[in-house]
């Protein structure tokens, strides 16, 4: 089993549609969680991060975590073209820092 | 501009010649780390260092060193390249949070590492 595990995708939704992109992972002493955006050829680039039990807003993105199920995930209102990359989620415990494979999300004009 | 620096960023060596990948942080970040990137592998961490003198292994540390003599510069190195070295590097910085998590790190533009 994979230490973080991520919707393998690719994920389609059309433009103005809600994406909802899950993570789960093992380690049930991880301490920080966090998302991550992708471009095609880029350097990942932090969108959110979140610590405790609930859910985080910020602009049109939600993190929700549940440290119980050992559950994070991620939604993205009106979803635009250029949200179109592929999605990291990635815990930290004590500095070792993990990654899912990634969620590739396409958004259609 | 707040930025992580990566040199160089794209290097092509041969087999068992030492190299260095700098990796430098303007933005007085405590942690740093290195990933390296490869298609159907993801993201994997091969050393960080949560502060100056203390560095710490990932999950593919063999083949690699690093040192944190400064704050703001953590250098990767090669000693003796292979090809399955062969691979996208990414530096991050983050600040520490509390005693051991981080604030969500910052990435440099990665380097595009070719040994034949």
């Known amino acids: 089993q994979k230490e973080v595990e991520q919707n393998s995708g690719p994920l389609s939704v059309p433009e103005g549609a809600i994406a909802s992109l899950n993570c789960t992972y093992s380690?049930?002493?991880?301490?920080?969680f966090f998302w991550y955006r992708q471009y095609s050829g880029k350097s990942p680039e932090l969108i959110m991060f979140?610590?405790?039990?609930g859910d985080k807003e910020d602009g049109r993105f939600t993190a929700q975590l549940n440290k119980a199920s050992q559950y994070v995930s991620l939604l993205i209102r009106d979803s635009q073209p250029s949200d179109s990359a592929t999605y990291l989620c990635?815990?930290?415990?004590?500095?070792?820092?993990?990654f899912g494979d990634g969620t590739t999300l396409t958004v259609k004009p | 501009e707040a930025q992580v620096t990566q040199n160089p960023r794209y290097l092509i060596t041969v087999t068992g010649k030492k190299l260095t990948v700098t990796c430098s942080q303007n933005?007085?970040?405590?942690?740093m780390s290195w990933y390296r990137q490869d298609p159907g592998l993801g993201l994997r961490q091969i050393y960080y260092?949560?502060?100056?003198?203390?560095?710490d292994k990932g999950d593919v540390p063999e083949g690699y060193k690093v040192s944190r003599k400064e704050k703001r510069n953590f250098p990767l190195i090669l000693e003796s390249p292979s090809p399955n070295q062969t691979s996208l590097y990414f530096c991050?910085?983050?600040?520490?949070?509390?005693?051991?998590?981080?604030?969500?790190?910052?990435f440099g533009p990665g380097t595009r590492l070719t040994v034949t």
């Open positions: 991050a910085s983050s600040l520490v949070k509390g005693t051991s998590g981080t604030r969500g790190q910052y």
């Open positions: 380690d049930r002493g991880s301490q920080s």
């Open positions: 979140i610590y405790s039990n």
């Open positions: 990635a815990v930290i415990q004590a500095g070792k820092s993990t």
């Open positions: 933005m007085n970040h405590e942690y």
């Open positions: 260092s949560m502060n100056v003198e203390v560095t």
